[in-house]
T-cell receptor
Framework: GENVEQHPSTLSVQEGDSAVIKCTYS??????FPWYKQELGKRPQLIID?????GEKKDQRIAVTLNKTAKHFSLHITETQPEDSAVYFC????????????FGAGTRLAVHP | NAGVTQTPKFQVLKTGQSMTLQCAQD?????MYWYRQDPGMGLRLIYY???????DKGEVPNGYNVSRLNKREFSLRLESAAPSQTSVYFC?????????????????FGNGTRLTVT
């Protein structure tokens, strides 16, 4: 079946450093790639998304890049802050399905002051 | 607006018991979803409802049933709970994606129900 692989599973950085999380998807027809942030005990919340007709999208300290040829997309967080500490999930849309997403296993990001 | 509201927040069941997880949204969204979240496995789609009156299976539908009661409410039922169904369950909703275009739309999640089956 289709899948999304996410790396690394854990990431530890110092406050102010950059963090990069990478995902690879298998469904060549995927055209929507959201990223969700989940704080401990809370709901997943959308932080940024990108569609397949765009190569890069930025929102303040967060950016996402997409390489359709390699079926690879990444989340970049610059100038990390302790409140960025959370689990981050990438996802990719499935072809033939109605707004169906397949999620990566998640990356636990720890930002140390 | 409360967004997506799930009840209960916590539940403990014994093997073989049944229960229904409730979900309601006040964002006038057409589409609703049920996901389960297990450690190290991300979120997996159980069932979804593209619009009122329709439901379809997701990745892991076995052992579950759903009811789209009206536009606001989408419930998930476990008829005979098993320990493998111990998980955190999230309900989500979205606007109806662009028809014919294949475009997807963001999901808005509820706060989750933590279910333990012993």
């Amino acid at each position: 079946g289709e899948n999304v692989e996410q790396h690394p599973s854990t990431l530890s950085v110092q406050e102010g450093d950059s963090a990069v999380i990478k995902c690879t998807y298998s469904d060549s027809a995927s055209n929507y790639f959201p990223w969700y942030k989940q704080e401990l005990g809370k709901r997943p919340q959308l932080i940024i998304d990108i569609r397949s007709n765009v190569g890069e999208k930025k929102d303040q300290r967060i950016a996402v890049t997409l390489n359709k040829t390699a079926k690879h997309f990444s989340l970049h967080i610059t100038e990390t802050q302790p409140e960025d500490s959370a689990v981050y999930f990438c996802a990719a849309s499935l072809s033939g399905g109605y707004n169906k997403l397949i999620f990566g296993a998640g990356t636990r990001l720890a930002v140390h002051p | 607006n409360a967004g997506v509201t799930q009840t209960p927040k916590f539940q403990v069941l014994k093997t073989g018991q049944s229960m229904t997880l409730q979900c309601a949204q006040d964002m006038n969204h057409n589409s609703m979803y049920w996901y389960r979240q297990d450690p190290g496995m991300g979120l997996r789609l159980i069932y979804y409802s593209a619009s009122e009156g329709t439901t379809d299976k997701g990745e892991v539908p076995n052992g579950y049933n759903v009811s789209r009661l009206n536009k606001r409410e989408f419930s998930l039922r476990l008829e005979s709970a098993a320990p493998s169904q111990t998980s955190v369950y999230f309900c989500a909703s979205s606007v109806r994606p662009g028809q014919g275009s294949g475009l997807s739309s963001p999901l808005h999640f509820g706060n989750g129900t933590r279910l333990t089956v012993t």
